[in-house]
C-alpha cells in the first residue's frame, strides 16, 4: 500500500467510525419520542446477540473427543451465574471467557 492509500484508508476509518457514533444524535433528537423499533431493537439485540456468540463458539466442540465439552460447559456455567449475580453482560462473557482460557491453559 502507498502512503496515499494508506492515509485515504485511513480517512475513510475515521469517517465511517464518526458517522455511525454521531448519526443516532442527528436523526432521534430529544425533542421527538424514539421509534418502537429502535427501542425493541435495543431490548432485543443484546440476548441475539449474545445466542449467537454462545452458538459460534460452540461450534466446533467434539462431545466425543478430546475433553469432551467439559472446559466449555464449566466456561458457560460461570458465564450464566455471573449474569445472573450481577446483571452485567460485558462481565459475563470477560469473566467466562477468562475462566475458559485459564481452563484450557491450566487444567486440560
Known amino acids: 500500500m502507498t502512503l496515499l492509500q494508506q492515509a485515504i ?3 475513510v476509518c475515521a469517517l465511517a467510525t464518526m458517522l455511525t ?3 443516532p444524535f442527528l436523526l432521534f433528537s430529544e425533542r421527538r419520542p424514539t421509534p ?3 427501542t425493541y431493537l435495543g431490548r432485543a439485540l443484546p440476548a441475539a446477540i449474545f445466542a449467537m456468540l ?3 463458539c460452540l461450534r466446533n466442540v467434539g462431545v466425543f473427543t478430546g475433553s469432551h465439552g467439559l472446559p466449555e460447559a ?3 456455567a460461570v458465564t450464566a451465574a455471573l449474569h445472573l449475580w450481577k446483571r ?3 462481565l459475563s ?6 475462566c475458559y482460557m485459564l481452563l484450557i491453559q491450566l487444567v486440560f
Do not use: E, H
Open 93 to 98: 462473557i470477560a469473566g467466562g471467557t477468562v
Open 74 to 76: 464449566m466456561a458457560i
Open 54 to 56: 454462545v452458538v459460534y
Open 36 to 38: 418502537k423499533y429502535v
Open 88 to 90: 452485567q453482560m460485558l
Open 21 to 23: 457514533r454521531f448519526l
Open 9 to 11: 484508508t485511513i480517512a
